[in-house]
């Protein structure tokens, strides 16, 4: 099966981190806000900071088939860390966000630990205890988190020292899309890697990779604190950008938003999270005059919907009308 | 100390005896066709707002729209195990979960459309209300009374279950799903009653809740975090072990509101992680 040095997995991933043309007409394109609607850059930074939460969720649910219902807990922890250092007089947004990283790093890692050891329904329950108990404590915590009045007083400094975060959103949308363009490109330079293969193993078979010589539980840990530093990071930009934390952060209905993001765009292909959170968003801001409970409706129909008639989301019908040559990894 | 005791442990038993009621159908249902089904509370929820509509709009006495709000639930539950689940019984557990969350999206909202996001409360009949003294320990009469048809309708399940045909049919059908379709069973029609059943039991369940907790457009979501830890701690498709983690379930929030109020729910999911943490499959579970 090898030709020369180079193995068939190799030449398939040899294939699949080839840059397409039609991703780097995306990237480009996700400049054109500053020059077509900047009225809009503050919501252009709030859907690459949701993208980034979604593109996190992407990596061990698309991916290594973990289903999460309380990812919110490392966005929610990433954002009270940033929050907190810029609370407490240290307002430098980059190593603010580094420091929320780590944190929300240690948090994954903690719990991937048991993470790791179930599947199925003890999964989704574990994983929603969780997000709920982290919620809970950050209730009672007033005194350190505000409560339910949410986090007041965080001032954030210019960014590398020239930038100011202002109404207009011209630093935050800046920052916010450098921030999802890196940890994009580490998740795609994972996914295409043999690390990235092992993942795809588990997500279709669990029981047959330790059948194999595949390290699973390990490979879960690893992917799980990946996916939680940038969660983190997600959360943490929303904080520096926002000047504000809430509860909401850490919220149920944010892991289940998330959830009908990742799901809308299409799990399992890097690109649905974004496309996902771009189209929720926008739709969202729209629709923001009706009342949110009304906005939840449509929400349900959707999911339905696309349960029913689009098990891949929005890139995976797309990807039955583009021609297989164009498709993007 | 010991009055109060007692009184938490009463009230705390009630309160575990609705949870029964309200997760017992998806303990079932999913321990037999690995359905998850989030959208079980909708149901319930469906339930309670039949029976507020006929109590206080047309005046119907309480009791007389219990068997409704059952069968209201059941029959929609129905419908929708025909319409929607049943394309999906093959398919992934996120694929359901999304499914019946969009169930649950589109039923809060409607229930904030039909009634408004107040609390809706009902009209019970004097021989319900107040208290009766047993060993100078008083008693909320609606509390004994949901106390008791709990119990019955336990007792009646458990009944149903090990020794009517039916109920032979579907412990064939949770143990081993495929053996039973292979002894000639139609799992498809067992399960679609037992969900009915379970749907409306839920039913009744939201109907007897309004006047213990309350009902909103949000019950759906509030109970369902709760109906899923009494299902995942007793263990699927058991009706003991959910009548147990009920109970405990019941009984330690009372008793976390009573004697910890700071520290809300927290107590509940800490426990609920640590049970899961020690038994994944649940405390009564077989797999």
Known sequence: MTSGAVSEPQRYLEVRIRWQPLEIAFWLTSLLPFWLTPSYLVLASQIAITALFALSLDLILGYAGIVSLGHAAYFGFGSYTAGLIAKWGWGEPITGLAAAAVAAGLLGFLTSIIIARFRHLALIMITLGFGLLLAEAANSASWLTGGADGLQGVRIWKLLGFFPFDLYGHAAYAYSLCVLFLAFLLARRLIHSPFGLALRGIRERAIRMPAIGAQSPAHIRKIYTIAAVLAGIAGALLAQTTETVSLETLGFQRSADVLVILILGGTGRLYGGIVGAIVYMVARDQFSGINPQYWYFWIGLLLIAVVMFLPNGILGGLARLVPHRWRPA | ?287
């Open chain 2, 1 to 287: 100390m010991i009055a109060s005791a007692v009184g938490v442990l009463f009230d705390g038993f009630a309160y575990g005896m609705l949870l029964f009621l309200l997760s017992v159908g998806l303990s079932v249902t999913l321990g037999m066709m690995n359905f998850v089904n989030l959208a079980h509370c909708s149901f319930a929820m469906l339930g309670g707002y039949v029976a507020v509509t006929l109590t206080n709009e047309l005046r119907w006495p309480f009791l007389t729209t219990l068997p409704l709000a059952f069968l209201a639930a059941a029959l929609v539950s129905v419908a929708f195990e025909r319409l929607l689940y049943k394309r999906l019984y093959e398919a992934s557990d996120l694929e359901q979960c999304l499914l019946t969350i969009g169930i649950v999206f589109v039923s809060v909202a409607a229930a904030a459309y039909l009634f408004g996001t107040v609390q809706q409360s009902v009209a019970l009949p004097s021989y319900l209300r107040g208290t009766v003294a047993i060993a100078h320990q008083s008693f909320g009469v609606y509390r004994l009374f949901l106390i008791g048809v709990s119990l019955l309708i336990t007792i009646g399940l458990i009944a149903a279950l090990e020794y009517t045909r039916f109920g032979a049919q579907v412990r064939a059908a949770v143990d081993n799903q495929r053996m039973a379709r292979g002894l000639g069973i139609d799992v498809g029609r067992v399960f679609a009653t037992t969900f009915a059943l379970g749907s409306g039991l839920a039913g009744l369940g939201g109907a007897l809740a309004v006047e213990i907790v309350g009902l909103d457009h949000a019950f759906a979501f509030t109970y369902l975090v709760y109906v899923l830890i009494v299902v995942a701690v007793g263990g699927l498709g058991s009706i003991g072990g959910s009548f147990a983690a009920a109970t405990v379930l019941g009984i330690s929030d009372m008793a976390g509101k009573y004697y910890f109020p700071e520290l809300g729910a927290f107590l509940i999911y800490f426990v609920m992680i640590t049970l899961l943490m020690w038994r994944p499959a649940g405390l009564f579970g077989r797999r």
